[in-house]
């Protein structure tokens, strides 16, 4: 157990609709991190956050979102759900912001139909 | 730009060694190590940063070549329990910059009794 939570474990939805991943990191961490995984495109690194402000942007389409509020929980917002974007969507946290340990949290499974 | 690992699968027998290696085409700052289970997260392994030692603990250790921008993973004695695709993940710049944290496409090792 890294300590990093995420909800919901699995969400089936249907396309074109908007749903909102929930991480929350260790006690302490105040970096957060946004990464999707799937069979074709493997783990790709989409948005960071340190202590509520967006630290670095990666691979992360205009129809996804991310925040990160005063109590350091973040979440991540994807609309207009297409079929390919089905896939397990990773947080992780670290206590800075500079090259450090990354923990990851176990997942939300996406399936979109 | 991503990293390319190599092998992109190995088969060895409870005992043996293995080396995973991963390089770029890009002037690196970082390498961090992560080791994933199937259908679990990523688990932090270690991170090496341009100027630092060789990192390692217990059995499993890792090289970085600054020059030839490659780095290497080394299973000593491998147990069942090393069973996993390992992904070897990149920054160029202290802090990852725009870009974060970018993997390789992953190892999959097993481990047979």
């Known amino acids: 157990d890294s300590g990093v939570t995420q909800t919901p474990k699995h969400l089936i939805t249907a396309t074109g609709q908007r749903v909102t991943l929930r991480c929350s990191p260790r006690s302490g961490d105040l970096s957060v991190y946004w990464y999707q995984q799937s069979l074709d495109q493997g783990l790709q690194f989409l948005i960071q956050y340190y202590n509520g402000e967006e630290r670095a942007k990666g691979n992360i389409l205009e129809r996804f979102s991310a925040q990160q509020f005063p109590d350091l929980h973040s979440e991540l917002n994807l609309s207009s759900l297409e079929l390919g974007d089905s896939a397990l969507y990773f947080c992780?946290?670290?206590?800075?912001?500079?090259?450090?340990?990354?923990?990851f949290g176990p997942g939300t499974r996406l399936t979109v139909l | 730009q991503q990293p390319v690992q190599s092998p992109q699968a190995v088969i060895l027998r409870e005992g043996e060694d293995a080396v995973i290696n991963c390089s770029s085409s890009?002037?690196?700052?970082?390498v961090h190590w992560y080791r994933q289970k199937h259908g679990e997260a990523p688990v932090f392994l270690m991170i090496?940063?341009?100027?630092?030692e060789q990192k390692g603990h217990e059995k499993i250790s890792a090289s970085f070549n600054e020059k030839k921008q490659q780095s290497s993973l080394y299973l000593t004695a491998s147990q069942l329990s090393y069973s996993g695709t390992y992904f070897c993940g990149t920054e160029e710049r202290m802090g990852g910059g725009a870009d974060g944290l970018t993997f390789g496409k992953g190892t999959h090792l097993i481990i047979q009794p």
């Open positions: 992780a946290s670290s206590v800075e912001v500079l090259s450090d340990t990354q923990y």
């Open positions: 890009k002037a690196l700052y970082s």
């Open positions: 090496l940063l341009k100027g630092g």
